[in-house]
C-alpha cells in the first residue's frame, strides 16, 4: 500500500504533495484483521492528475465502466447536482448498476441505460448547481452557502414583504449597509425599519 500511495503521488503534475492519505483501523469483530485504506480527497488532484491517468489506461474488465461512472458521479458532485432531486435520481440509478450490479445473475432492479445517458448528458450540458458570490459558494437549489448547516438566510423586505435582497449572513448585511452587526441585529430581533434608497424597509430572517 506504501508503494500505491508514493506511485500515485509520483504522478506528473502532483509536485510529490502529500495528497494519498493512509489510515490504518480494525474492523468490528474480534477476528478481522487491521485494514489498510488509501484515501485521496483534494478534487484539484482527482481532476487533473487522477483521472486523466486512469483515463489513459487500457482496460481489460468490467471495471472500465464503473470507472467511468465514478468519474460521472465526481462531475455532478462538481457541479452540485446532488444537492438537486433530479440530480439525485439520476445518481442512484448510476450507482444501482454498478459493480456486482452489472451482472446478470444480479436481483437488482433493471436500469434504463439509454434513459440514463440521456438524463447524464441533460444535467451536465446544463448550468452549475452552483454559483459565486464574490468569494462565497453557494447552492442555488437551495439557497445556501456550501459547508454551512442550520443556515440562517438574511432578507431586505418591504412593508409587503416583498423580497429586495437576499444575504447569507447579517455580517454580508452590516458590510452592504455599512454598519456594525450590532446594529444590523438589533433591527432584526425588534423588527425596526432601516432606510435603502430612500424608504423604510425590514430585515428578516429566514431559515433555510
Known sequence: MDAIKNFLEDLPYTNGSD???????KPKGLNH??????????????????????????WHSKKELDFYDWVTIFNFKERG??????GLRVLNAIVNQMNNYRLSTSQKI???TDQLVKDIARLLDGPS????IGDRKIIKSLNKLVGVKNQEIIQLEEENGNVIKTFYSIV????????????????LSGNKSIIFEGKHVFIKKNKN
Open 81 to 86: 447536482h446532488h444537492y438537486q432531486e433530479e
Open 19 to 25: 495528497v494519498v492519505k493512509k489510515y490504518i483501523y
Open 129 to 132: 448547481n452552483y454559483e459565486y
Open 110 to 112: 433493471r436500469i434504463d
Open 172 to 187: 454580508d448585511c452590516a458590510k452592504f449597509f455599512k454598519v456594525s452587526r450590532t446594529l444590523i441585529y438589533n433591527r
Open 33 to 58: 484483521q487491521p485494514v489498510i485504506q488509501l484515501a485521496i480527497s483534494q478534487t484539484d488532484y482527482i481532476k487533473n492528475v487522477l483521472i486523466p491517468f486512469f483515463s489513459s489506461l487500457e
